[in-house]
């Protein structure tokens, strides 16, 4: 109680107010605009911590990063285009709900569970954390290798009606993943003699190019279409947060992502895209109303509510390895971890001894950071929604525009534009053909993680492949993924022979 009572006396001052007022905001802008990501947020806000007092820069840092995460979802739902890989997952639905004209409950239900997710998982993280650490830190290769191959094995539930086109689609999402410099060796690998090409695919620039290219390609074939410019009635568009009833209806679901995320975020090497992805999946494998399971892709809230709860809650289950460890699960929070060390914390054991007040008032800078971006966007949604106003193919040379000087920014590279392009060319193609296009981002989100760890398991085990079923954990994974498999197999079995009842009975 003494240390909270201090950490009280630390946070309760105007300066930190304001850090994670502007953090907060920075992060949502930064994570709402496809190509500038909150990691380049927390990138630009770091050095301006060097001069403030340790609790004041680390409210900032924080701040950025929780606004960064609930910022993607903007972006996701009013346009189609995930500003940040966590948001991937969102789009499908969230971007159809805002077709049908529900851009503003979509937009409403991201901001609240967003909200509960992440304190839900602060909560957690508080209690749990000394538990959560203990486990993560037994997670090796062989234990994430079969973890992240779970989270592939629901590329089965993406697949929408085709199981072969989503696995074509995974596929090639793996294969562009392996150009470039091979991490472990140094050696080229697909890059065709191209020295610009030994940097390989960027997942955001070919997650922009999937998502943000066939949109515009499609805005200009449609020739400012009548019929698009009704499905939103900007007049009615207001702030419109979901109803009691509808959260306790999602509340279990709410909860279990919860747990999902908090525990994927905890282990370092995972992220929020794994535990948006595993989220959605899980969302649609579970709804046992085939009437509402057929709703999702199409514009069903619940594959709003899944994927941005778990993603999240990863901010949470992030900072257990981070405070208890010291160890970065992705670069946003190598940067806060920067940043603790600039001010003389040091993550590990000794920080929960040494540095108690300090350690309770992130917990508390945390808590106020979710409020604040909660406040920001309820209040901002009736402003933000305006974008709609603007006629499709305006709209859409902003886009054009945007994720231009966005691909580029990333990584400082031509090469990154041209990628952007093709890859839009593909999404556009795959589109046309009806092949899935959110595989290939599971594919290039989890391949790299995928590769490393098998190949570090493999080397530790001194190329015995009996490493991966030498824990309970590993076995256990494996189990899931057959499941999963197995029930994703059953499940378009059945829906073939009800297809072919159909056909036989519109015959007869």
């Given at each position: 109680m003494e240390n909270l009572i201090t950490a009280l006396g630390l946070i309760n001052n105007y300066e930190v107010f304001i850090a994670i007022c502007i953090g907060s905001f920075a992060g949502i802008i930064f994570g709402a605009i496809p190509g500038l990501t909150y990691s380049m947020a927390l990138a630009l806000m770091l050095p301006f911590t060097f001069t403030m007092q340790p609790v004041t820069g680390i409210s900032l840092l924080l701040a950025t990063y929780i606004g960064g995460m609930t910022g993607g979802s903007i972006s996701a739902i009013l346009i189609g285009i995930p500003g940040t890989p966590s948001a991937a997952a969102t789009v499908s639905d969230g971007y159809s709900l805002s077709k049908k004209g529900d851009a503003s409950i979509a937009l409403g239900t991201a901001v609240i569970v967003s909200t509960i997710g992440g304190l839900i998982?602060?909560?957690?993280?508080?209690?749990?954390?000394?538990?959560?650490?203990?486990?993560?830190?037994?997670?090796?290769?062989?234990?994430?290798?079969?973890?992240?191959?779970?989270?592939?094995?629901?590329?089965?539930?993406?697949?929408?009606?085709?199981?072969?086109?989503?696995?074509?689609?995974?596929?090639?999402?793996?294969?562009?993943?392996?150009?470039?410099?091979?991490?472990?060796?140094?050696?080229?690998?697909?890059?065709?003699?191209?020295?610009?090409?030994?940097?390989?695919?960027?997942?955001?620039?070919?997650?922009?190019?999937?998502?943000?290219?066939?949109?515009?390609?499609?805005?200009?074939?449609?020739?400012?279409?009548?019929?698009?410019?009704?499905?939103?009635?900007?007049?009615?568009?207001?702030?419109?947060?979901?109803?009691?009833?509808?959260?306790?209806?999602?509340?279990?679901?709410?909860?279990?992502?919860?747990?999902?995320?908090?525990?994927?975020?905890?282990?370092?090497?995972?992220?929020?895209?794994?535990?948006?992805?595993?989220?959605?999946?899980?969302?649609k494998n579970s709804e046992k109303d085939l009437k509402e399971k057929e709703l999702y892709g199409k514009g069903h809230l619940g594959g709003v509510i899944a994927p941005e709860t778990a993603n999240n809650a990863v901010t949470g289950g992030a900072m257990v390895p981070l405070l208890s460890l010291g160890i970065p699960g992705d670069p946003a929070t190598a940067i806060i971890l920067g940043g603790l060390l600039i001010h003389g914390l040091v993550p590990g054991p000794m920080l929960f001894i040494e540095n108690a007040p300090q350690v309770y008032s992130i917990y508390l800078a945390i808590l106020l950071a979710y409020i604040v971006v909660f406040l920001f966007q309820v209040n901002f949604i009736k402003h933000i929604v305006k974008i709609l106003r603007v006629k499709p193919h305006h709209l859409a040379v902003g886009i054009l525009i945007m994720v231009v000087v966005g691909s580029y920014a990333i990584r400082n590279s031509f090469l990154d534009v041209n990628v952007m392009i093709i890859m839009g060319l593909i999404g556009y193609f795959f589109n046309r053909i009806r092949l899935p296009v959110t595989p290939i981002v599971l594919g290039l989100v989890l391949g790299r993680t995928i590769e490393q760890e098998y190949r570090t398991a493999m080397s530790l085990s001194a190329g015995d492949p009996s490493i991966f079923f030498g824990s309970i954990v590993c076995v256990l994974f494996f189990m899931l993924i057959i499941l999963t498999i197995a029930l994703q197999v059953r499940k378009r079995v059945i829906d073939v022979r009800n297809q072919k009842k159909l056909k036989e009975v519109n015959q007869a």
């Open positions: 998982s602060l909560s957690l993280m508080i209690v749990m954390v000394d538990f959560i650490s203990k486990f993560a830190i037994k997670f090796g290769p062989a234990e994430i290798f079969m973890l992240v191959l779970f989270g592939f094995s629901t590329i089965c539930g993406l697949a929408e009606k085709s199981l072969f086109r989503g696995l074509v689609a995974g596929l090639l999402g793996l294969m562009l993943m392996t150009i470039g410099t091979d991490e472990i060796e140094g050696v080229q690998r697909f890059t065709f003699g191209n020295v610009q090409m030994l940097q390989g695919v960027n997942l955001l620039v070919a997650m922009i190019g999937l998502f943000a290219v066939p949109h515009i390609l499609e805005v200009f074939n449609s020739r400012i279409c009548d019929e698009d410019q009704k499905n939103y009635d900007i007049d009615v568009v207001k702030t419109k947060l979901p109803s009691f009833a509808l959260l306790k209806k999602y509340f279990n679901l709410m909860l279990r992502c919860v747990g999902l995320g908090t525990s994927i975020g905890a282990i370092p090497g995972s992220g929020g895209p794994i535990a948006a992805f595993l989220a959605y999946s899980h969302a």
